[in-house]
């Protein structure tokens, strides 16, 4: 009987053991790894090309492009070219800039003529006998300008609408809102720019923060100035009667003989041999 309470004593004590030994509380669990920081890396506005340069701005805040500051007739000229950027590339969006731009030939045909040959004769007094040479210099960036890849989608709906103005309008007042038309055409390439340049400044962010072993560009050369287009000169043969406004007003001198002045004559295009841009409509293309 003694043994068997030596017996039950041992195996209470082993059964608090065991309580106890159950009762402590579980280890803690193991320090989650910190979270991941997005490092995803900026990428252009509208799938253009990295390190792609942009122009510089003006002092008014706007990209600097060759539709800045141009004439009457130049800005006319320019948004006739807009227009046939647009027939030219637009048909993936439907067939409206293309027919939009033949029938623009067709109403305004004497109006661009004119702003042509008055665009011609700039270039003629400005440039002498490499005229043509210079104005298809400034064509050429104008096209190019328009005809910007990452820009086409948000342009064409744009050239729809001003082509529709200016259907609308009559021939008479083209020079008057040309100015106009090509600002609403230029403002999703200066828009563009400006996301653009955003996205650099995002890149040399992402650069500082995460791309010590990764190089980029992330300041590139900015595009040169475009060539400027000349200012507007009178037509051949056009005589002022005076030569300012002052010496208008001003009373002649005392002991000036009388001259009579000379008759201003009225405003003519400029001579055949002036250099020509034809206007060439599109051929109609079956949808």
């Not at 890849?149 to 609408?161: D, E, G, L, M, S």
């Not at 021939?171 to 600002?183: C, G, R, V, Y």
């Not at 010496?247 to 005392?254: G, H, I, L, Q, T």
């Amino acid at each position: 009987m003694f043994v068997s309470r030596r017996l039950s004593g041992r195996i209470a004590l082993v059964s608090l053991a065991v309580l106890a030994a159950c009762s402590k509380p579980p280890p803690p669990p193991p320090t989650p790894p910190p979270p991941v920081v997005p490092t995803v890396r900026p990428v252009p506005p509208d799938n253009a090309a990295e390190g792609m340069s942009i122009p510089e701005k003006t002092d008014d805040g706007q990209y600097l492009t060759a539709n800045r500051g141009v004439t009457s007739n130049t800005a006319l000229w320019h948004v006739r070219m807009a227009l046939n950027v647009a027939a030219l590339n637009c048909d993936r969006y439907g067939a409206a800039a293309r027919t939009q731009y033949n029938q623009i030939l067709t109403v305004h045909g004497p109006t661009l003529k004119t702003a042509n040959a008055a665009v011609d004769r700039n270039y003629k007094v400005a440039f002498g006998s490499s005229a043509l040479g210079s104005r298809e210099r400034l064509n050429t960036v104008v096209y190019n300008f328009f005809a910007l890849p990452p820009v086409i989608k948000h342009f064409c709906p744009v050239a729809v609408t001003v082509g529709a103005k200016m259907l609308s309008t009559p021939s008479s007042q083209l020079l008057l809102m040309a100015p106009q038309w090509l600002e609403e055409l230029e403002k999703p390439y200066q828009e563009f720019y400006a996301a653009y340049e955003d996205y650099l400044r995002r890149l040399a962010e992402w650069q500082s923060r995460f791309g010590a072993t990764v190089t980029v560009v992330v300041s590139p050369t900015p595009l040169p100035p475009p060539p400027r287009p000349p200012a507007e000169v009178p037509p051949d043969g056009w005589t002022p009667s005076y030569t300012s406004a002052l010496e208008k007003s001003a009373p002649p001198p005392a002991d000036a003989p009388a001259v009579k002045p000379p008759v201003q004559s009225s405003v003519q295009p400029s001579g055949p041999g002036a250099p020509k841009l034809m206007v060439q409509p599109l051929p109609m293309t079956s949808e």
